[in-house]
């Protein structure tokens, strides 16, 4: 399935312009956070809709905790860490599959909210047809 990501009132991070976010969805394998996947950057934009979904397979005997972070790019930083956090969404995947739509508050690293920031997931099941040719 895949899943969508929009932003909503993300924290400005940036001196003189909006925050530059992206999205990075992280899984947890065996207590550690893994990287999967990332979206583009949607430049000086506190409300960003994402074009790039998120590809998960959903197994629905086990459970699949997911992470989701916004950071504000910045174009000098490599690491992950360097970009400025702008917040985070950690669920399991079975919650998405059971909401068409989520939206929940950012959360920062100590427990509160990023501002007003929030992230609305959705998941898209994708059919497949047998009688396509």
């Not at 947890?28 to 979206?39: I, K, M, P, Q, S």
């Not at 074009?51 to 629905?60: A, E, L, N, S, T």
Request: proline residues 3%; glycine residues 6%.
């Amino acid at each position: 399935m895949k899943l969508s990501v929009c932003g909503s009132n993300l924290l400005d991070r940036d001196v003189a312009s909006k925050s530059d976010p992206f999205c990075v969805l992280l899984h947890d394998v065996d207590g550690n956070w893994v990287e999967l996947a990332r979206t583009e950057t949607a430049v000086n934009n506190l409300n960003p809709v994402f074009g790039v979904k998120f590809q998960v397979d959903y197994h629905f005997e086990e459970v699949q905790k997911l992470k989701f972070a916004m950071f504000d790019e910045d174009k000098c930083s490599s690491q992950l860490y360097e970009h400025d956090f702008l917040g985070e969404f950690t669920c399991t995947l079975g919650v998405i599959v059971s909401n068409k739509k989520l939206h929940r508050p950012l959360i920062l690293a100590n427990g509160k909210p990023a501002g007003k920031g929030a992230i609305t997931v959705r998941h898209h099941i994708i059919h497949y047809n047998r009688h396509m040719h």
